[in-house]
């Protein structure tokens, strides 16, 4: 057992894991934050992105001992206040969701794709981007529009204003 | 996963001396390989040595042609790097196209050649490339570097630093992704050098990883252009055969992708 510190959603956190943890378990159980998911167990379906300082990166395929002193962003984190962040916003809005179990990791990765590319984001892009994420619902094309309506909304300024 | 010992390294001699203490340690880079193994129990290091904070080991430097790229520098930095961009566009393209944007914020160039899977997009491009591979004794070069698949040159404990590259006249790389895993069922890297010679290098369809075309090299050596490469035969002989694709399949499409790769060089 080991003891691990992190900042989360802006939060000084610190518990004892094993050094096998991984950091999704860290997050759920540990923390209990259970936004963040568990899709799959072969770090293909990204229902457990979160963001590591500042970058999206699944969590379950990340020790909690290497997040030891970083600064993390779960799906609860996003929301300031009562007010949803605009890429929730989005989602709500064009109902790029379906059972729900995929969506915080889409949220994640979608405003990680938005404050590397800012609002000129493409159905293109935003399609290839969502490579490791994986919807069982199959509710892509809305997810898709979602991303692209919170892209446009939040402008050229969502490179720097996307957290 | 089975128990394990977590360490972290702040410099190279301090990686070598903390993995040199278990006879079962092993480095851990990005981790994007080794952790879903480790999940899946197919592998059980006693001990990990965390690389990800050696300093030494991360970062790009383009001097005068001579690329440099840090064992511990994650795929996002190549394919985002305007140097790399300038210097070696094939590479860029090949490191922009690993696995997904959260694998490629965690995953390094050091890891993925230390790994050697025969699917994997980095061992062609510097075999194309004619890297070398700096450790911590020595320097080896792409060609003695990559001996079969999942293995390497590397003594027991040996830890990649760093990887040089000369940057080539023109680059290309062009890859079919396994549509399930988006692994390269086939991924062929073009690369024309200074001195006008051609390497080709292919990876996903090797049976035994990833390997050069000499046909295809002398084809392009006299005329590098997607049409050179008509008349040339890839065997199948060698080549991988599984339920994702033939050798025959692969072996067409070791030739359309290097057309491909040929014609993204320019």
């Known amino acids: ?163 | 996963m089975y128990q394990t010992n977590y360490h972290r390294a702040s410099s190279v001699e301090d990686a070598v001396k903390l993995a040199s203490a278990n006879d079962e340690a092993k480095y851990l880079s990005g981790g994007q390989t080794l952790l879903p193994t480790m999940k899946q129990r197919l592998a059980a290091p006693s001990d990990l040595v965390d690389l990800r904070h050696v300093g030494e080991m991360k970062g790009i430097s383009v001097n005068g042609g001579k690329i440099r790229i840090g064992a511990a520098t994650p795929h996002v930095e190549v394919a985002t790097s305007a140097e790399i961009a300038a210097a070696c566009p094939g590479l860029a393209h090949l490191a922009a196209h690993i696995g997904d944007p959260h694998v490629r914020h965690m995953g390094t160039i050091g890891g993925s050649i230390a790994n050697n899977d025969p699917a994997a997009d980095y061992p062609a491009g510097l075999l194309a490339l004619n890297a070398t591979i700096v450790t911590n004794s020595r320097s080896i070069s792409a060609d003695d570097f990559f001996t079969g698949m999942f293995d390497t040159a590397l003594e027991e404990g040996e830890l990649i630093v760093a990887v040089e590259i000369t940057a080539p006249a023109k680059s290309g790389y062009a890859k079919f992704p396994n549509p399930a895993s988006r692994y390269a069922l086939t991924g062929v890297f073009v690369a024309r050098h200074g001195d006008g010679s051609v390497r080709v290098a292919v990876t996903g369809a090797g049976a035994d990883g990833v390997f050069r075309h000499a046909g295809m090299e002398q084809a392009l050596a006299s005329n590098f252009s997607a049409d050179a490469l008509d008349g040339v035969t890839v065997d199948d002989s060698d080549l991988m055969a599984d339920i994702h694709a033939s050798s025959a399949y692969r072996a067409n499409l070791v030739k359309v992708m290097a057309k491909r790769a040929v014609a993204a060089a320019g």
């Open chain 1, 1 to 163: 057992m080991a003891t691990v510190s992190m900042t989360v959603n802006g939060r000084s956190v610190s518990g004892q894991c094993e050094d096998r943890t991984l950091l999704v378990q860290f997050i759920r159980d540990n923390l209990g934050l259970t936004g963040t998911h568990v899709g799959c167990d072969t770090s293909q379906c990204g229902a457990c992105v979160v963001h590591v300082d500042g970058k999206a990166v699944k969590s379950c395929t990340m020790l909690a001992a290497q997040a030891d002193g970083a600064e993390v962003t779960t799906i609860e984190g996003l929301a300031s206040g009562g007010e949803l962040h605009p890429v929730q916003l989005a989602f709500r809005e064009h109902h790029g969701l379906q059972c729900g179990f995929c969506t915080p990791g889409m949220i994640m990765s979608a405003v990680d794709m938005i404050r590397r590319h800012g609002g000129k984001l493409d159905e293109k892009t935003v399609r290839a981007e969502l490579e490791g994420n994986i919807c069982r619902c199959t509710g892509y094309h809305n997810i898709v529009k979602a991303v692209l309506d919170a892209a446009s909304k939040m402008g050229d300024g969502a490179r720097i204003a996307a957290e």
